[in-house]
Every structure is written in structure tokens, then in C-alpha cells.
């Protein structure tokens, strides 16, 4: 069977959750039967999104081939199954930087080089490499309509309809209908206006997908169906709801997956969306609730710990736990203020993180929860850490510390390592200062192999694992000895033992640190085993205390 493309564009301004009901849409689909995958095209001119401000960009979501990604793609692979990679992400930087490597090494034969046919071109070669990987592939394009950027994107999805046809190419937009609170009323002025401006760019869209705060009546759908030239049926709101994975319900319930393979004449069998209302179900009614304090450099914007957040979320769900994060800015939150905000959670997490802006107070929040028997998790920058506090407060190394923030450091017990046998590429790997900055990540999946007798290896049941990385420090074998014999246990190693990959203290609770970004390959439906473990030892915490304090006011009365 061929694939068959859809194409999510959105209009009147950004921020509308395309990222989110596309990956719904997926959902939706692959719950009907069908293999789908995704893809998404950025407009700005950045090659990737590896070296942008997560403060500006939200997080560098990371797949198994290594690829910096845009944080959509983290919805797309939580909302379904498809495993994604390079090809699932391009940007107008990447679509131009290949179209002028082909200009420099002469492909072209003396033709001048324009933006139609050769970018359009170029973008179409990009969607249809996942031509035969899927029955649909689901394209999102990013930014809004009428943005400068994007037109080149638009036009050649305009033309990949008469290159493949009706029935192989569907258009959905999702647009915005404002409540005004004045007028008390919904207006459809501004998703009329965005429809044009799609028109004239030689696109008329099938499905509008529209961004609502309360239902549309049957006469506000009417209107936005005559004014847009979309059927009423094919007018679906998109309401703002609690949980965002309610959204492929709330789809369904509309008709939407109904609809959308009606118009690329598919026939399949009933959705089974079993899975998807339990899970709501265990999401709007917890049996308990854990605070974690999320110690970090850019905690004021959610987005940029988005796959994070979103798998201390699973891992709430894995416990029946709604977990409520408080998020502590390290570079401001110090000393008394820091140990007071502390002593009010059940866990404490100390996630990724690059440059030495926020380090003392995050080592501080480390000190406290190994000496308190708080549940921590470090994760790749909180690894890094938990081994320096270790070191340097337990190991009898006070100057210890990373080269990325202490060059000259007496203990690197964190560096630069020189080399290493590099599993995804099996060749080995050579690291210095000079290597430029972008080209020295390790990045993508990893197999690491767990000790038996771990709290890893608790969580996780199997021996070996795999999980996605994003960093360019290791852990310096050269203080292993000396840090084991001082109570650390290395649990997890990379399957030739040279590269550390996860740290515990068994003497704690439950203190685990990994050098890997095991956020990435969390999934609603499927928490991952170290989130569900770390919540469920929270829990256990906040039981434990409970009931230690009921105890002593017993005895006192
Ligand atoms: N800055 C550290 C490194 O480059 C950690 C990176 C991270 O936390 N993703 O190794």
C-alpha cells in the first residue's frame, strides 16, 4: 500500500498545540489499525535545533539515531509508536544548506538555482523519502501561515496534492476561534482571515481543526463551514482540556479519525481506544499525591523540560500519583530558603543542564537529599553532579569538580574523555578541548548493562538496556576505586565497562543518577521504569512520614 500524506499547517498565531494534535491525530489512526508516522518541518533557518536557547526554542528532544530535534517530535513519539530520527526533521536551514551543497559541487549544470523548483523540490524529496514507511505519514508544518519563512514549505505541500492526488493528500489547519469576553461570544473573523490567507498561497484546507475555550454551536460551526468552504462535519473543536492526552478522545468523539479516512478513501476497523480512556480515567481520579522540587537553571519555562516533565507525569500515573513539581531556580534559591523549599517535597530531581550558571545551588540540593534519605534522581548534568557532591563531601576530595566548569580542577572526577569505544557508530571515539562544539556530543541511544543487585535493575527487570544521551562530559574512571570504596555503586555501565552510565548509593533509599536522558522514552501509556520507581519511593516517603508523625502525636496527647 502506498502512504498516504496529511498536512497540518496553522494559522492566526502560534502556540495553538499543532505539535499536539498532530501527534493525536496519530494516536487516533494507529488506534484504528493503521502504521503512521510523523514528520515535522521547521521554517527558521537554524540547520537544527541542537545549538538554540532552550529559553527561546523549548527543549533539544533526542532520538535513538542521535538527532537534535524539534520538542514535537517528544510528542509524537509519546502520543504513538512510531520511532523517530533525522529524517522526521527538517528545517529551512537543513533544506537550503543541501540544496547549496549540490549548487557548489555543480548538480545543477550552470541552471540558476531559485526557490521553486529547487527548495520545493528539495522540501518534497524530504516528505516523500517516508513514502512505503507507513500507511499515513503525518506532516506538520511549522509556524503560522503568512510568515515569510514558511511559504516555500506551502508550496510545495500545494503541490504534492496534484503530484499524488486527492485521495493520497489530505490538508488539515488548525486555527483559532477567540471567546470575547465583552461581547460574551466566540468570533470567527480571525479563522476566516486565516483561511484566505492559506487560499491565496493555493490552498484550500478539508479539515479545520479550531482552537476553542468553549463548544462551538451548531451555528458557529455552520458559519466558519460557509465562510471557509469546509463542511460542517469537517469543522472540529480542538477545547482547551486538563490533560492534554484527552485530546485524541476528544477528537474521536467529533469524528475526526472517521472523516479523515473517509477523505483518503481508507477503510479500517473501529478505533480501540480502550487504552486511552482508562488512562484518563487514572488521571483524573489519584489515589495519592507527591511533591518533587525540580532543582534548575531554566525552571521558569516549562518548556524546556518538557519530555521531563511529562515523564514525571507517567511516573504519577505508574503510581496512581498526581505529582505536583515545584520548581526551584538554583541560581536564586540558596542556603535556609533553598532547605525550607526542600523539606517540603518527596523527592528531589535534579535534571540536564550545560555551563556552570546555577552549579552550587544544585550541589547544595544534592547534599541535602543524601543526607536527609530524600529520594533523588540526577539526570546526564545531575549525575555529574551527584558524583562531584559525592567526592567531594563523602570521598575526602573537596577540590573535586567537571572540567566543564573548573578546567584546572586537581580531581576532574567529570571530563573530557580521550577516548572511547562508541557502540551506535562501533568505532572509537576521540575527544579534546579543540573538537568543535556541535561534533563532540555523545548523542542517541546506548546500551548500558545494569548491575543485578541495583535499584536500576529493580526498576527496569532486564539486564540490559538502552537509553538516549545528549552530553559531551563522562565520568573519570580514574576515581572509580576511590568512589566505590567510599559508598557509590556504578549500576549501570556501558557493556565493555568503560563508560559509567548510571551511580547509586545503596546505603539511601533510593538515590539513582543517570548520565542518560531517560525522559525521552517515557510514554503515557508505557512510564518509564526509573520515573514510576523514583514516584513510587517518593510516595513511600511521604507514607512513611505521615504515618511517623500521626504516631507521635498519638503519644503525645
Ligand atoms: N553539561 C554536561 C555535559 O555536556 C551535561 C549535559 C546534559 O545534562 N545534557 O556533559
Known sequence: MKTKFIFITG?????????LAAASIGALLEARGLRITIQKLDPYINVDPGTMNPFQHGEVFVTDDGAETDLDLGHYERYTHANL???????????YYSVITKERRGDYLGGTVQVIPHITDEIKQAILQLNSEADIAIIEIGGTVGDIEGLPFLEAIRQLRSDLGTENTLYVHLTYVPYIQAAGELKTKPTQHGVKELLSIGIQPDILLCRTQIDLSPD?????????NVEEDRVIAAKDVKCIYEVPIRFHEQGLDERIIESLNMWTRAPVLTQWKDLIAKIKEPQHKVRIAMVGKYVNLRESYKSLNEAIF?????NSSEVEIDFVNSEETKGEELANRLSEADGILVPGGFGSRGIPGKLEAITYARKNNVPFFGICLGMQLAVIEFARNVAGLPLADSTEFTPTTPDPVIYLMKEWYDYRTNKIQKRDESTDKGGTMRLG?????LALDSKAYAA???EQISERHRHRYEFNNSYRKALEDAGIRFA???PNGELVEIMEIPQHPWFLACQFHPEFKSRPLDPHPLFA???????ARKLKTRKLKAQSSKQES
Not at 85 to 95: A, D, F, P, V
Not at 314 to 318: D, E, V, Y
Not at 533 to 539: D, E, K, M, Q, T
Open 11 to 19: 494559522g492566526v498565531l502560534s502556540s495553538l498545540g499543532k505539535g
Open 85 to 95: 530520527g533525522q529524517k522526521h526533521n527538517y528545517t529551512s536551514g537543513r533544506i
Open 220 to 228: 458557529i460551526k455552520s458559519k466558519i463551514s460557509l465562510f471557509c
Open 314 to 318: 507517567h511516573g504519577g500515573i505508574a
Open 445 to 449: 541511544a546506548y546500551p548500558c548493562r
Open 460 to 462: 527496569y527487570g532486564v
Open 492 to 494: 549501570g555501565l556501558s
Open 533 to 539: 520507581s523514583f514516584i513510587h519511593a517518593a510516595l
